[in-house]
C-alpha cells in the first residue's frame, strides 16, 4: 500500500498538469474574482434590503407622491402586517405606511446608520412635497377669495412622522466576497480530485503498471488504498493552500481551524469516493474524465460555489443539499461567518462522510481492479 502511495504522490507532484488544476486554478478564480467582486455582495447586506415598501392605509396623495420619488420605496397592496414581516425578516430595510396626516416608519434595528438616512429623507421629502401642494392650492384658492382667509385655510398642517424599530429575525450573515469565493472554489476543486483519480487509474493501465503490480500479488484492497491516500493528502494540501491564501492576500479570518481541517477531511473522502464511483463505471479514460469534469462543475453550479445561496431562487436552494458541494458550503461557511465550531457543523460532517460512504460502496460493488488492469 505504502510505496504505491509513494510512487503516486511522486507522480503527481511531478505532473505540472495536477499541480495546475488543483493549485493553480482555483488559487486564480479565487483571487481575481475576490478582487473584481468585492462589493458586490455589500459587505454581506443582501441587495434587496433596499426596498422599502409602501402601504396606503388612508391615502395623502401628496405624501403619496413625495415619498414615492424616493429610491428603493415601492407601493405594495399588502398591508402593514406584511410590510413590518419583510422588515422582520430583513427582506426590507424599512416600511412607510401612511395614514391621511400619519406617516409611520418601521426600520431595522441592525441597520442605524441606514435607517437614520432613510428617516431624514422621507421626513424632508415630505416637507417639501407638502409645501408644494399647499402652495398649488393657495395659489388656486387667491383669486376666489381674500389673501389672509387663505393663509388661514389654505395650508393644511404638515404630516406626523414618527418611526418605530422593528425586531428582526435572527439570520446567518451573507458572506463577502472572499467567503464566498475561497470556500466555493475550495470545494469546487477539491471534487476536482475525482477526475485526478481516474487519470491515475487509467494511465496505470496503459503504462502497463497495474498488471505488474498484480503480477506482484498485491491484495485489490492495499491497491485502493494506496492509490486513493495520495490523493486524499492533496485535497488536505489544496485547502490549506486556499484558506492561506485568502488569509493573507484578503484578510480572510479564519476563527476555528480545527474545524476547517475536519470539515475538508469529510470532504475529501466525498470527493475520492466520488472519483471511484465514476472510476467503476467507464470503460474508458477519456469517458471517465469526461464524466468526472461534467459533474464536478455541475454539482459545483448546483452546489453553491459560484453564487452565493441568498442570491439563488428557493428551489436552486433545495436543490444544493441533494449535493455534497451544497453541504460543504454551508459547513464552510458557518464556521467563516458565524465562528462555529465542530458542535454545530457536525450534521454537515455526516453527511459528507455518508455521501462518500455511499459513493465507496457502490463503487466497490462493481469495481474490479482487473477491469483496469487488463
Not at 6 to 27: A, Q
Not at 64 to 82: I, S
Not at 155 to 162: C, D, G, K, N, Q
Amino acid at each position: 500500500m505504502w510505496p504505491i502511495a509513494m510512487k503516486d504522490f511522486w507522480i503527481y507532484l511531478r505532473d505540472r498538469g495536477t499541480i495546475v488544476n488543483l493549485f493553480v486554478l482555483p488559487l486564480m478564480f479565487a483571487v481575481v474574482l475576490t478582487a473584481a467582486l468585492g462589493g458586490v455582495f455589500g459587505g454581506g447586506t443582501p441587495a434587496a434590503t433596499m426596498k422599502v415598501p409602501l402601504v396606503l392605509e388612508q391615502p395623502n396623495p401628496a405624501v403619496t407622491q413625495a415619498v414615492q420619488r424616493l429610491p428603493g420605496v415601492v407601493l405594495t397592496r399588502e398591508g402593514a402586517g406584511a410590510a413590518r414581516s419583510a422588515v422582520a425578516s430583513g427582506s426590507a430595510l424599512a416600511a412607510i405606511v401612511v395614514r391621511g396626516q400619519h406617516v409611520m416608519i418601521w426600520q431595522s434595528p441592525t441597520e442605524p446608520a441606514t435607517a437614520s438616512l432613510f428617516r431624514g429623507a422621507v421626513a424632508s421629502a415630505i416637507s417639501a412635497g407638502v409645501s408644494r401642494a399647499d402652495l398649488a392650492t393657495l395659489i388656486a384658492r387667491i383669486g376666489r377669495t381674500s389673501a389672509g382667509r387663505t393663509l388661514a385655510a389654505g395650508l393644511s398642517p404638515m404630516p406626523a412622522v414618527t418611526h418605530l424599530a422593528v425586531g428582526v429575525t435572527r439570520q446567518a450573515p451573507h458572506p463577502s466576497a472572499v467567503e464566498q469565493y475561497v470556500p466555493g472554489f475550495t470545494v469546487a476543486f477539491l471534487f476536482f480530485i475525482a477526475a485526478t483519480i481516474v487519470q491515475s487509474f487509467f494511465s496505470e493501465r496503459e503504462r502497463g503498471t497495474m498488471a505488474r503490480i498484480r503480477v506482484a500479488s498485491t491484495s485489490p484492497r492495499a491497491i485502493l488504498a494506496g492509490k486513493l491516500i495520495p490523493t486524499f493528502a492533496m485535497g488536505i494540501i489544496q485547502a490549506v493552500v486556499m484558506f492561506a491564501a485568502g488569509h493573507w492576500l484578503f484578510g480572510l479570518a479564519l476563527p476555528n481551524p480545527a474545524a476547517l481541517l475536519a470539515v475538508t477531511v469529510a470532504i475529501s473522502v466525498a470527493a475520492n469516493g466520488l472519483g471511484l464511483l465514476v472510476t467503476s463505471y467507464a470503460r474508458t479514460q477519456s469517458q471517465a474524465q469526461n464524466v468526472a469534469t461534467l459533474l464536478v462543475f455541475l454539482l459545483a453550479a448546483v452546489g453553491g460555489c459560484y453564487v452565493p445561496r441568498f442570491y439563488m431562487p428557493p428551489i436552486m436552494r433545495s436543490l444544493a443539499l441533494a449535493t455534497p458541494q451544497g453541504w460543504a458550503m454551508r459547513a464552510y461557511q458557518a464556521i467563516l461567518l458565524q465562528g462555529q465550531g465542530l458542535g454545530h457543523v457536525w450534521p454537515n460532517l455526516a453527511v459528507l462522510m455518508g455521501f462518500g460512504l455511499v459513493f465507496f460502496v457502490v463503487a466497490l460493488l462493481r469495481f474490479r481492479v482487473d477491469q483496469v488492469a487488463a
